[in-house]
T-cell receptor
Framework: QSALTQPPSASGSPGQSVTISCTGT?????????VSWYQHHPGKAPKIMMY???KRPSGGPDRFSGSKSGNTAYLTVSGLQAEDEADYYC??????????FGGGTRLTVL | QVQLVESGGGVVQTGGSLRLSCAAS????IHWVRQAPGKGLEWVAF????????YYADSVKGRFTISRDSSKNTVFLQMNSLIPDDTAVYHC??????????????WGQGTLITVSS
């Protein structure tokens, strides 16, 4: 399975909104509503931020939202805060009991 | 609160073997996911909470085996015929209620495997 395509970097100032894309194919992102997003501060355990495209985990900040159009999924972070600076990864079910991740996007809060 | 703790990492030569452990606070569906240095995440393997289903990424199929000891709430990843491309931090993560949904939550902090050539 090929990795999903994410931009290597994204940035925004505190209080702004930023959107990270995650592009796959009809066999993964486009074929299933099973896209998840993870926040990873290096050296720590990754943390789920969104699942099944647009569902927030219990206790997850509502500044994070998810959507999908065709073969591309999106994670939007509104009202950027300093603690949002991290690496973000998307993942998708890819059929045949396989899952695929994106290459990751480093989000910088300016 | 679900807790996962990985162990068993270390340095091994090409062609060698290593067994990782994931000690959990209960009996859950468990995935292994790895991250090579400077690279993104890669799904590796999955085992159902009762051991009834096991799935592998093509990159490790035939070399890695996932298993569990339910009496100890521990999942293992036996890694054989290791190659330098297997060098990574290996995380275990709890699978969500719907297996195919691929919700990895929570994750352990990971254990580092280095395969020397």
């Amino acid at each position: 399975q090929s990795a999903l395509t994410q931009p290597p970097s994204a940035s925004g100032s505190p209080g702004q909104s930023v959107t990270i894309s995650c592009t796959g194919t009809n066999s993964d992102v486009g074929g299933y509503d099973y896209v998840s997003w993870y926040q990873h501060h290096p050296g720590k355990a990754p943390k789920i931020m969104m699942y099944e495209v647009s569902k927030r985990p219990s206790g997850g900040p509502d500044r994070f939202s998810g959507s999908k159009s065709g073969n591309t999924a999106y994670l939007t972070v509104s009202g950027l805060q300093a603690e949002d600076e991290a690496d973000y990864y998307c993942s998708s079910y890819a059929g045949s009991n396989n899952w695929v991740f994106g290459g990751g996007t480093r989000l910088t809060v300016l | 609160q679900v807790q996962l703790v990985e162990s068993g990492g270390g340095v091994v030569q090409t062609g060698g073997s290593l067994r990782l452990s994931c000690a959990a606070s209960g009996n859950y569906d468990i995935h292994w996911v790895r991250q090579a240095p400077g690279k993104g995440l890669e799904w590796v393997a999955f085992i159902r909470n009762d051991g009834s289903n096991r799935y592998y990424a093509d990159s490790v199929k035939g070399r890695f085996t996932i298993s569990r000891d339910s009496s100890k709430n521990t999942v293992f990843l036996q890694m054989n015929s290791l190659i330098p491309d297997d060098t990574a931090v290996y995380h275990c993560a709890k699978g969500g209620g719907i297996v195919v949904a691929g919700t990895f939550d929570p994750w352990g902090q990971g254990t580092l495997i280095t395969v020397s050539s």
